[in-house]
């Protein structure tokens, strides 16, 4: 029996691109800029994931009135220099065009910025392998955006039913932190977790992630487990199997 192709949705940062030096630089120019001080790696890592204004705001302590200015001279410095000091994950390529061969739908999920998600999915030569790519509005600051990640998944998740149909509803998300594993819930999908990205120790477990992957090829054979299960070629034990891989890390 041919499997069915389960849907997956990616989070970004984290999860297909290592971004955190980019991401890093930029706080710490936009920070330097508007003198406040800068956290050290340990708490710049925390930051990397959230809506950037929420991390800005609740990690640095970036007050209210400066929150505008810290985003612009972040972004400036994001796009003239941190998009470049990013890379890709290793396998991820490798992934992305084995499931689109393999005519799986596959989106991106992430609290970056539409446009700017697209810039830097282009940049690493990727954007044309997503049927849909989702993110949050041009304005971080602006008000609209209360439903955080579990809107942008509700938006990829529908661009993703024009080419899945009835098997958008056994669409899985992937991400790095628990914020990835919400917003999956919040539409009724299970998330599997990555643990190369900027995880807490016990983060993704306890938000409630079904696996946590060590790398791409775990990644790739729990999918492709799940499309034989749903097409009934499996039974749920065998996902069992493999949901419960043990990783390096309590992550």
Not at 62 to 68: E, M, T
Not at 117 to 124: G, Y
Not at 140 to 153: D, L, N
Not at 206 to 215: E, I, K, L, T
């Amino acid at each position: 029996m041919n499997p069915t192709t389960v849907p997956v949705i990616f989070d970004l940062d984290g999860t297909l691109v290592d971004p955190a030096q980019g991401i890093a630089d930029g706080i710490a120019a936009a920070l330097t800029e508007l003198g406040l001080s800068v956290p050290d790696k340990a708490l710049m890592d925390t930051m990397i994931g959230p809506k950037l204004s929420h991390a800005l705001t609740e990690t640095a302590g970036v007050p209210a009135a400066l929150l505008d200015d810290a985003i612009r001279i972040y972004r400036a410095h994001y796009r003239s220099t941190g998009i470049a000091q990013s890379r890709l994950y290793p396998g991820i390529l490798s992934l992305l065009e084995a499931f689109v061969a393999a005519g799986r739908p596959i989106a991106v999920a992430t609290q970056k910025p539409e446009g700017l998600a697209r810039t830097v999915l282009d940049h690493h030569g990727i954007a044309g392998l997503f049927n849909s790519i989702r993110g949050s509005a041009a304005d971080e600051a602006a008000a609209g955006g209360a439903s955080g990640k579990a809107g942008i998944v509700a938006a990829a998740l529908a661009d993703l039913k024009a080419v899945s149909g009835p098997h958008t509803e056994h669409a899985v998300m992937v991400g790095d932190r628990a914020q990835d594993v919400a917003g999956a819930a919040a539409n009724g999908l299970d998330c599997i977790g990555v643990g190369w990205g900027f995880a807490a120790d016990g983060e993704l477990r306890g938000a409630g992630a079904v696996a946590v992957v060590p790398d791409t090829a775990v990644l790739h054979e729990i999918i492709v487990r799940r499309d034989f299960i749903l097409a009934g070629a499996l039974d749920t034990d065998a996902l069992q199997t493999l949901n419960e891989v043990p990783i390096n890390g309590n992550v």
